[in-house]
């Protein structure tokens, strides 16, 4: 069973940067995509960014493209997303997820999620 913990959210003004980790149960990248998702109130879940198995490849969104970098420590299982030049659009539960395919940006198959933090982002 993969356990997924996030933390590093808070509150924060425009242009700022916050950076979230999400800590691994065990040494999990060699068997799992990771990939970083958020939810803002009212809407859907939807992809931020994704790191693939090999950790040769990373995506973004178009939203957070230039602004957001996803990186990973494999000594410490944890996964990074380092958000700068923040927004008030980008006022959002954010989670992480592990997928055992190599990599992908479909939600529907990530099978481990964390509990989630919530970062806001005020004007």
């Known amino acids: 069973q993969v356990q997924l913990v996030e933390s590093g959210g808070g509150l924060v003004q425009a242009g700022g940067s916050l950076r979230l980790s999400c800590a691994a149960s065990?040494?999990?990248?060699?068997?799992?995509?990771m990939g970083w998702f958020r939810q803002a109130p009212g809407k859907e879940r939807e992809f931020v960014a994704a790191f693939s198995r090999s950790g040769g490849r990373t995506v973004y969104a178009d939203s957070v493209k230039g602004r957001f970098f996803i990186s990973r420590d494999n000594a410490k299982n944890t996964v990074y997303l380092q958000m700068n030049s923040l927004k008030p659009e980008d006022t959002a539960v954010y989670y992480c997820?592990?997928?055992?395919?190599?990599?992908?940006?479909?939600?529907?198959?990530?099978?481990?999620w964390g509990q989630g933090t919530q970062v806001t982002v005020s004007s």
């Open positions: 065990g040494h999990i990248f060699s068997s799992y995509a």
């Open positions: 997820a592990a997928t055992p395919t190599g990599f992908e940006l479909d939600i529907r198959k990530y099978d481990y």
